[in-house]
């Protein structure tokens, strides 16, 4: 069964730092892409980053660039979210989301991490 | 960017009656390579996103038959054909075409 398990969420002051994790198993992990996409408290999903197999490529939204960094640790099938000075617009759930090899998009979904900006 | 617009952004239904949700993306999703790269998302209350449909009428493994998309172009829907109790939940379009990927605001289904 494909699962993927974020971690690292909480309450955090503005201008500080977390470092979510996402743990996967059931699929080949070093053959997939890997996105992180949020969700603010009663609202849509945006996309935030994303990562290809080997790292060559690394994407963000413009709303995280230069505060977030996507990694992956292909030894030991997780994917991490790096988020640095962050803001209160920075509050949402984080999703950590396996990208399709059958076609663009993303298919498989985790369930999420909350993160809380707030003094 | 491209932007998905999505129709209503709230629908009540009442159970076993057909269910249609609107996308409207504000340029062409066909790709170069001859795909159109439209999906579907449900959202139930308090669970993560789940994909229902892919490459716009695709159904996804395990979603029931009762789900079907279509479309072309920049103009897609979403039907369930009988919409039952655990359908009830926030219906999102997406589109991966042109990056970055962007979703549509949802709509919320509702049981009369």
């Known amino acids: 069964e494909v699962q993927l398990v974020e971690s690292g969420g909480g309450l955090v002051q503005p201008g500080g730092s977390l470092r979510l994790s996402c743990a996967v198993s059931?699929?080949?992990?070093?053959?997939?892409?890997m996105h992180w996409v949020r969700q603010a408290p009663g609202k849509g999903l945006v996309w935030v980053s994303r990562?290809?197999?080997?790292?060559?490529?690394?994407n963000y939204a413009d709303s995280v660039k230069g505060r977030f960094t996507i990694s992956r640790d292909n030894a030991n099938n997780t994917v991490y979210l790096q988020m640095n000075s962050l803001r209160a617009e920075d509050t949402a759930a984080y999703y950590c989301v396996r990208g399709s090899r059958d076609f663009y998009g993303m298919d498989v979904w985790g369930q999420g991490t909350t993160v809380t900006v707030s003094s | 960017d491209i932007v998905m617009t999505q129709t209503p952004l709230s629908s009540p239904v009442t159970l076993g009656q057909p269910a249609s949700i609107s996308c409207r993306s504000s340029?062409?999703?066909?790709?170069?390579?001859?795909?159109?790269?439209l999906h579907w998302l449900q959202q139930r209350p308090g669970q993560p996103p789940r994909l229902l449909i892919y490459?716009?009428?695709n159904r996804f493994s395990g979603v029931p038959d009762r789900f079907s998309g279509s479309g072309a172009g920049t103009d897609f829907t979403l039907k369930i054909s009988r919409v039952e109790a655990e359908d009830v939940g926030i219906y999102y379009c997406m589109q991966a075409t042109q990056f970055p990927h962007t979703f549509g605001q949802g709509t919320k289904l509702e049981i009369k």
């Open positions: 340029q062409s999703l066909a790709h170069s390579d001859g795909n159109t790269y």
């Open positions: 990562i290809s197999e080997n790292e060559n490529t690394i």
């Open positions: 059931g699929f080949t992990f070093s053959s997939y892409w």
């Open positions: 490459k716009m009428s």
